[in-house]
């Protein structure tokens, strides 16, 4: 059951000859992000910068998902984004948050059926703490889904090295 060994008629049993890393990679190749996403947490894209930095600290999450009136993703903004825009000296009461964020199509996006460890690869290489899961809509609009955040993606590695 671990893939060490592996059985043949009128042979036995044999070893397979796979490592632990290749029979690891195997496995990570049938983990899909509908099946591990969480709860997204959106705003309204005329919410202020103060709101945002509330709603990050309330829902303790590392990266809000901006929509627009018509719910459509917009953009994303991450405690980074927050940050800066806090240090600048600005009045956040007054400063709608879709001045600050990230806007599309400068986002990452995932789908339903993709792999995590498509998911893994996109955080890695981009730098970034969560990838919203859409749907699309048509004409390059989506609808907030799901995310992905590295911390679904460690406790999912950590629950298979656990069993």
């Keep these: 059951m671990a893939g060490y060994l592996e ?4 042979v036995g049993y ?3 000859g796979k490592s632990s890393s290749q029979l690891l990679t195997e496995q990570l190749k049938h983990y899909i992000v ?3 996403q969480s709860h997204p947490v959106i705003l309204k894209s005329d919410v202020t910068v ?3 930095i509330c709603a990050i600290f309330i829902e303790d999450v590392g990266t809000l998902f901006i929509v627009n009136e ?3 993703l917009v953009g994303v903004c991450s405690r980074k984004d927050l940050l800066r825009a806090s240090m600048a000296g600005q009045d956040i009461h007054n400063i709608p948050v879709h001045i600050i964020m990230t806007r599309m199509p400068n986002i990452v996006l995932l789908e339903e059926d993709d792999l995590l460890l498509y998911a893994a690869r996109q955080m890695i290489s981009k730098e970034i ?5 859409v749907k699309s809509k048509g004409d390059g609009k989506y609808a ?3 995310r992905i955040s590295k911390t679904t993606i ?3 590695f950590v629950s298979l090295f656990d069993q």
């Design 7 to 10: 059985a043949r008629p009128r």
């Design 34 to 36: 509908k099946d591990y």
């Design 50 to 52: 103060y709101d945002a």
């Design 154 to 156: 460690t406790k999912l």
């Design 70 to 72: 018509d719910n459509d």
């Design 129 to 133: 703490d969560s990838i919203p899961i």
């Design 144 to 146: 907030v889904t799901g």
């Design 14 to 16: 044999f070893y397979s």
